[in-house]
């Protein structure tokens, strides 16, 4: 069991005090040092010169300059030995949860293609690099031993919890603020929310069934790049 010292880094108020609640709630709190600031702030508010052992990014790189912070953990944070992992999500689409109908299952595909062809551009992050779980960077430049995990989650849903989930995207929210003033405008989550709903309608009326309860099938993409310059460091993790 890891008996050693834990920094947790947040440019957000708002995320660092969850993850103070969340380490005392595991009574870990005594080993933690919290530090609020931008990630190429972190060596200078150590309370002590630190290399560390494992040194994880989740679901964040995408908002940095990846050369720079790539660099930067290595020459900066982290041990010779030391193990750096890069994780994070996205979601994938949806299917309909008739899996004895496989074409009517992936026609969900056209729906939210069209709901993320919409807003895609309005991030103000590298939103391809998340959707491809950087597998772009060549992380092998300043790392010697290197190991990418894929794996895909899918959760069955009501459909009004993944149109929240829709309506919970940055760039949906940017999009929103910056045309529903228009004349034309047209909500990208009530037209998804309307086309599932229409669609499975009448695909349920055509063959005389019931629609399931948790109709939509949310995928969720997870990605885990493991890399270290330590010969036997991949090999602990």
């Not at 293609?113 to 772009?136: P, Q, S």
């Not at 086309?195 to 019931?210: D, F, M, V, W």
Request: positive net charge.
């Amino acid at each position: 069991k890891f008996q050693g010292s834990l920094v947790a880094n947040d440019i957000s108020t708002k995320q660092l005090k969850v993850a103070e609640k969340k380490a005392k709630e595991l009574g870990l709190e005594s080993r933690f040092q919290f530090i609020e600031s931008d990630a190429f702030e972190i060596k200078e508010k150590l309370k002590k010169p630190t290399r560390f052992d494992l040194i994880t990014i989740g679901q964040a790189l995408h908002w940095l300059d990846v050369d720079k912070f790539v660099n930067y953990v290595k020459n900066d944070l982290l041990s010779d030995d030391g193990v750096f992992v890069v994780t994070g999500y996205f979601c994938d689409g949806f299917d309909y949860n008739f899996p004895f109908d496989p074409e009517f299952a992936l026609s969900g595909k056209q729906i939210y293609d069209e709901y993320y062809d919409t807003i895609k551009n309005y991030y103000y992050c590298d939103r391809e690099a998340l959707d491809t779980g950087h597998a772009g960077f060549d992380f092998k430049k300043y790392f010697k031993n290197f190991e990418r995990f894929d794996y895909t989650v899918r959760i069955e849903l009501p459909i009004e919890r993944f149109i929240s989930r829709l309506a919970t995207s940055s760039a949906y929210n940017v999009y929103k603020d910056k045309f529903r003033a228009q004349s034309d405008y047209v909500d990208p989550v009530e037209k998804a929310n309307k086309a599932i709903r229409t669609s499975l309608e009448q695909y349920c009326s055509k063959k005389g069934i019931p629609g399931p309860s948790k109709p939509v099938v949310m995928k969720l993409r997870f990605f885990l790049n493991i890399m270290s310059n330590g010969v036997k460091a991949i090999q602990r993790i």
